[in-house]
């Protein structure tokens, strides 16, 4: 029986999102240097440790929840596993700055997350471009009433970082760790968001697999 597992197709996808890592962080390095006076660098010995990790999470995401038909996963749940295991290999170096107030300094879960959604946004727009439609240019952002100071990329962060805080917090604190659906599926909702905004054809979107 033919396996529905591309071992080198899952891994040729994550070293593309290591290159998408590179040049997120080479684009948040001055951003970083003048707001907190720091410097950001790439941890490289630990891509290959990424990559394997990457290929083990897809593969257990592939065989355990999805259909047996289903052969490859959604752009949505790549992404999501790939912020995931960015932040899990460590794959950013830095040095802690002086914050003032109550400030939660967490650049490796929100470049993380940055660049799942380049990835996202790449699949997103060669999908449209095979249906001969519109490139997007970035994402429409759901606006939060209780928070709406902080971008909703930074809230997801947040969530991400508190998710895998809860085990050290004592009695009474729910272990948790990371879900990769869990995240998937709000990512999703940021696709969808773009869609209406954009007015984008949702119904010619429809694709198989």
């Known amino acids: 029986m033919e396996s529905r597992i591309d071992k080198s197709g899952i891994e040729r996808i994550a070293n593309a999102m290591w290159g998408f890592y590179e040049q997120t962080l080479e684009g948040a390095k001055d ?13 490289a010995k630990n891509k290959q440790a990424f990559i394997n990790n990457f290929y083990n999470r897809y593969r257990f995401v592939l065989e355990m929840f999805m259909d047996s038909n ?32 109550g400030e939660i ?11 799942g959604f380049s990835y996202m946004m790449l699949q997103f727009n060669n999908l449209l471009e095979v249906h001969g439609m519109n490139v997007v240019k970035k994402w429409h952002w759901p606006i ?32 948790s760790g990371f879900n990769e659906l869990d995240l ?26």
Do not use: M
Not at 31 to 43: G, W
Not at 81 to 98: D, K
Not at 105 to 111: A, D, G, M, R, S
């Open 31 to 43: 951003i970083y240097k003048k707001k907190y006076n720091i410097d950001l660098s790439i941890n």
């Open 70 to 101: 289903v052969k490859k996963l959604d752009r949505h749940k790549v992404a999501a596993i790939g912020s995931i295991e960015f932040i899990l290999a460590e794959a950013l170096i830095y040095t802690q700055p002086i914050l003032d107030g």
């Open 105 to 115: 300094f967490i650049p490796e879960y929100v470049l993380a997350l940055e660049t």
């Open 144 to 175: 939060s009433l209780s928070c709406p100071k902080n971008e909703f990329i930074l809230i997801i962060a947040r969530h991400l970082y508190f998710t895998t805080q809860r085990s050290k917090w004592g009695d009474g604190a729910y272990a």
């Open 184 to 209: 998937a599926e709000r990512l999703f909702y940021i696709e969808w968001t773009t869609i209406l905004e954009e007015k984008i054809d949702y119904h010619a979107l429809k694709q198989k697999g």
